[in-house]
């Protein structure tokens, strides 16, 4: 028998499997369960019509290129419209800067691997995305948190952390950041924080990712186009790498999205990125060209918008209604999750199996509290709901069946109510 | 000015560029080149009206999956077909063995980043596909080189460069090898050597890292199916890591490959891939699965061959008519490649600028060879010449511009005769 751990690498023993990519594999375990667990976009929102109209024209096209191995920068044209994407939003850039990644995923997987050596550290918030802990820590990044605020990270705790560890001898390569209704907690970074970040980032000679797939879904009503400009829009000393996304946009399955970098990185990036896929699909990338060339991805925005605040509404009165006097929740002004304290005695990672079995599931929030320098974990009370993927009336049956297994959990874990017996399967 | 080089890590520094790719870029530079250098599949072969058709039908299907975020593992019907190419290939498995890649890179990617620490020793023919160099070299792997004979890797000279290795307290992790139509070489390895190989594998506790994009493209007439038999058909003791793709017999722009391999190892290649790209594209996957279900890909395989082999006789019968008394190559018996040497006083490399003034571009040869463990550089004299890609009266007008480029370059460096002059350009 072949001794197969004898053969890992470190990274490769040490990787950790997804949380949220672990709950999605319950989806698939039992039938008719509502998933509040990965934050999916809503298929009803995919424009159907349009992109079977463009893959029909691409494939019986004229170009010969459509189905073939593609440069690994990306698609040129697409890349001239990406370019026009960062035009629009603040943040001028040229094509030298970009680079098309299989998935923003992707680009935090390059950015990690051409920025860190094992032992540097990576600065994240508290609690930050888990796709970002995992590709930090799978090249042996250590990673740091700092708490936020209710308009985001602590900035004075963040330079006093980053000076701590500095006098430590560590070397500190990025901060990173969801600055628009940030995975999980939904907040927004204020325009004061931004500032006070970038300037930091020159104080401390400390680079910023900046990761950005949410910034066009903010709500009409609970926030402007002002309050998502990216950090990279003012960023003079060239600190930020931003990285952004059609994922949430258009579809998640065409697997196309950027990054923005100063060129000695993108450079760095590019070469990177050949040993890692060699270039992202040829198809997929000519699908999102045309959908934008149509000019369908921007006249998207506004329904799109509407589509995600009802949602958030939706959500967010049924669990006014089921949880009110329990649970607590600040409504997010754009993105896809709602973030809420259970009552303390509540640990949501052990809530789940109770969840599930009443046909429900979420992300538990401990798995978004990244802390390698011991402050230790976080978030045990707390869950993240995706109200982006169900529809409405999902929303509301979902919400219900949570208030049921929270009931059930709260009065399991009273010391004067008798155990609660679980709870019959629920039929398919 | 931020010094962006005091921020990147050892890894990032070292990355080098591909120099397939970076002879791909030239291709953009100057029109009207023809090139031999990338081994791109014909696109007249891309089965077009099919795809057009299934394209339109997966759009406007019922499935709210198509644009979606997937599983990691991948798109489970797609991995039931992969698993039903293994049981055709000799090599019956199971879906836990199994994960799509994006592209065979990302699977040369992963089993690189779960099998290597820096410092370990991966061995590979000499010479060897380049872009598995860059995805082992970038994760800090020494590469130990073993010279190849007519039939294959020469595994003597293997376990004499493996027993020193040893002795020298190294850790090899795995031998590389592409045994069908190899990539630069074309070679084919006999049935012999692949015996020989597992034994020497489970002998000395090695991995085989088998690598098999080629072996549909046998030539009739010239090898059968019985000789691309696959070393993981053979693999009783779990040595093998068996990597083949759907690029070369569909079409590269869907980035469809598979990985399949043990299944202590397939987990942990799956949670590197979930913080690498976290899933292949769901369309993707769901084209290429849809032209196997139709019996599209299996049918299409003996007009492949053909296809491939006709190009061969092409490339070959120019090459003899203009290059017959200087150079020399093996006949391949299946696959993209002639390997062709040039005369010794050539440097094949140098030769590159003078062939593209001529209009032609190819590989040189010292690109394929890695070996760090001092037995130095190689293939100076020798050049890739990929006959997939361009029309037959492409292959043979390049053929000619090589020749006239050739020549003149042996003229120049002929101690006799004055100095060429270099030629003039190439009207576009």
Redesign the interface.
Known sequence: ??D??G???????D????PI?RM??LL?KQRGIISFA?G??A?ET?P??D??DI??S???GSD?????????RGFRPLLEQIAGIMDERGAPTSLDRLLV???S??G??LVA?????PG?VVMVERPTYT?AI??F???RASLAGVEQGPDGVDVAALDAVHQRLVADGRRV??LYLVPNFQNPTGLLLSLEKRRALLAWASRR?V?ILEDDPYRELYFEGAATEAEVRPLRADDE???VIYLSSF?KTL?????VAWIDA?V??SD?LE??K???????????QR?VHEVARRGILSRRLPMLRGHYRDKRDVMSDALRQELGGLCTWAVPRGGFFLWVALPEIVDADRLVERAVRHGVVYVAGDAFYADDDGVGPGGRNMMRLAFSAAPPDRIREGVARLAVAIREEIEALSPAAPAARPAPPRPA
Chains 1, 2 share one sequence.
């Open positions: 028998m072949t197969y751990q053969f890992l690498s470190t990274a490769g023993r990787m950790r499997e997804s990519r999605g594999a698939g990965p999916y976009p298929p995919f159907s019509a992109l079977q893959a029909q691409l494939v019986s010969p290129y459509v189905l073939q191995y593609g440069p690994t990644t299989t998935g995923q992707q935090l997987d691997r051409v920025l860190i050596d540097d796709g995992m590709a820590r799978n090249v390569r990025f000679n680079l000393d060239g600190r994922s579809a998640p399955g065409y697997r100063p000695p990185l760095r070469v990177a050949q040993s890692a896929d060699m270039c992202s699909g040829s198809f997929d699908m």
